[in-house]
DNA sequence: TATAGTGTGTATATACCATATTTACAGTGT
DNA sequence: ACACTGTAAATATGGTATATACACACTATA
């Protein structure tokens, strides 16, 4: 068992980007990109700290070198990390406020799917409300 | 100004089925099959009644009809439609409740995404209710 | 009552783009 | 020189969309 330096617990579970599955829904880059965002809004990856290198995520994760250099160069367009050539991959300045920008964003566009869906299966707003509070309870009950 | 016989109103607007743009987000099939799904889960295509045939659906909405197929197979399988060769393409017995359900089925896994995205981003379940409402009367006044 | 015609849905071969991989290249620090 | 970093090019695969040709069902009509 290796402990990589961007882990910051000594978690039996080693890596805290995934999962990562071929079988989940959407890219694998999107997934990276997605629990990238995640450590780095929620605290867990700050500011200026070294992301794993592209080998090193690519080997952990089982997957190619060229869809965790997909996922960084999005990210980078972003502004959440900086590649640096011959040096690494760092968590940017505002990296925690663009992440969890970009996951606020995320939800509205979900939230109005969701919603026109809803409207659309026949629900009304009142059962709409419903079902929102119901899944949140399960959510917490998750944590 | 042909009004073709799955029209039910002599709407200015052409077909019921659109919009459908290669600008949308999600593959052409997809836009028509969640079109469909709409007009028979709301009552506007009632079972039994004729959809527009492959090649009258691809010419209105300038698409192929390699893609309009691709579209009704689909539904096919989900038992919303039924297709006979020769003759032509109609809604199923059980295709407005198949639709609604369906719609239920989407919407709930829209808003499980859209809430995990929410709380990843910091909002509470407070701040996630008021939002759910404040689309919810945006929602009402479009219609 | 044959049968040609015109409408249905069906199947095949092709083009294109996004995704993912391998392999080789270039920069930085020790 | 070496061992690490990110970068770039050529390739393979799968999903999406197209055009073309094929098979079935009704119907008008000779």
Redesign the interface.
């Known amino acids: 068992m290796v402990y990589t330096h961007y882990m910051l617990s000594p978690d039996p579970q080693r890596f805290v980007i995934p999962p990562i599955s071929s079988a989940a829904p959407g890219p694998l880059y999107q997934q990276i990109i997605d629990g990238i ?2 450590e780095v ?2 605290g867990r990856l700050r500011p200026g700290t070294a992301l794993p290198s592209f080998r090193a995520l690519a080997e952990d994760l089982m997957v190619s070198l060229i869809t965790v250099k997909r996922a960084y160069e999005d990210l980078e367009r972003e502004g959440i990390i900086h590649c640096k050539q011959g040096l690494g991959t760092f968590v940017s300045e505002k990296g925690a406020e663009l992440s ?2 970009a ?2 964003d ?3 566009l ?14 009304t ?1 009142a059962e ?2 419903k ?3 119901e ?2 309870e399960q ?2 009950e998750e944590d």
Chains 1, 2 share one sequence.
Not at 113 to 122: D, F, I, M
């Open positions: 965002k995640r809004g929620e969890r920008q996951k606020r995320q939800a509205r979900l939230l109005r799917q969701a919603l026109r869906e809803s409207t659309e299966s026949g629900a707003n709409i409300i079902m929102v509070r899944m949140l959510h917490q």
